[in-house]
């Protein structure tokens, strides 16, 4: 299975700051990277998929980057909703997920 | 779309685990439809995925005690996890499966699924 490693685990922030969220896969996985966020006690929620395209619906303030073995999801202008949990997946092979960012307020 | 997952909360060690999935708002045919699962301990893990023909794919872990079934005619899908211990305690999501992304587009609820005598 291929490793996905967040970084941070957890970050404080404030309304209205720009959020920067790592991942890293154990080896290469071409375009096949998408996030999700996850409010307390729901489901998670498409964000980005192949690395930086944004699912229909999403706002504009989320993007994402990177390519190999080293992405980013960043959160331009954090609203209250984004206070959230939010995790990577690769799609190259058997799906995998990262163990999660938890964003919470500072 | 919508998904929404039924079946007992509470199973016993070495019992078989026995979830639904309803889908509505779109056919279940045509695509391709997944369960995950999420622990405090092994966080969001892929237990597999069904094709409305019936083609499956499992994850290698767990492949040995999983069975995905759909059922077209009723609009569902079933997961059946065999030989449980607690570790198998969790919440389990069914979901769409977009192959062309590798993306889970829309997922139901979730069931809290408690493995204990």
């Known amino acids: 299975d291929i490793q996905m490693t967040q970084s941070p685990s957890s970050l404080s922030a404030s309304v209205g700051d720009r959020v920067t969220i790592s991942c890293r896969p154990s080896q290469t996985i071409s375009n096949f990277l998408n996030w999700y966020r996850q409010k307390q006690g729901r489901a998670p929620q498409l964000l980005i998929y192949?690395?930086?395209k944004l699912q229909s619906g999403v706002p504009s303030r989320f993007s994402g980057n990177g390519s190999g073995i080293d992405f980013t999801l960043t959160i331009s202008g954090l609203q209250p909703e984004d206070f959230a949990t939010y995790f990577c997946q690769q799609s190259y092979t058997t799906p995998t997920f990262g163990q999660g960012t938890r964003v919470d307020v500072k | 779309v919508q998904l929404q997952e039924s079946g007992p909360g509470l199973v016993k060690p070495s019992e078989t685990l026995s979830l639904n999935c309803s889908v509505s708002?779109?056919?279940?045919?045509?695509?391709?439809w997944s369960w995950i699962r999420q622990s405090p301990g092994k966080g969001l893990e892929w237990i597999g995925y069904i094709h409305y023909s019936g083609t499956t794919n499992y994850n290698p872990s767990l492949k040995n005690r999983v069975t995905i079934a759909v059922d077209t005619s009723r609009s569902q899908f079933s997961l059946r996890l065999k030989s449980v211990n607690a570790s198998d305690t969790a919440v389990y999501y069914c979901a769409s499966w977009y192959v062309q992304a590798g993306t889970f587009d829309y997922w139901g609820q979730g069931a809290l699924i408690t493995v204990s005598s």
């Open positions: 192949s690395v930086s």
């Open positions: 708002g779109a056919s279940i045919s045509g695509y391709y």
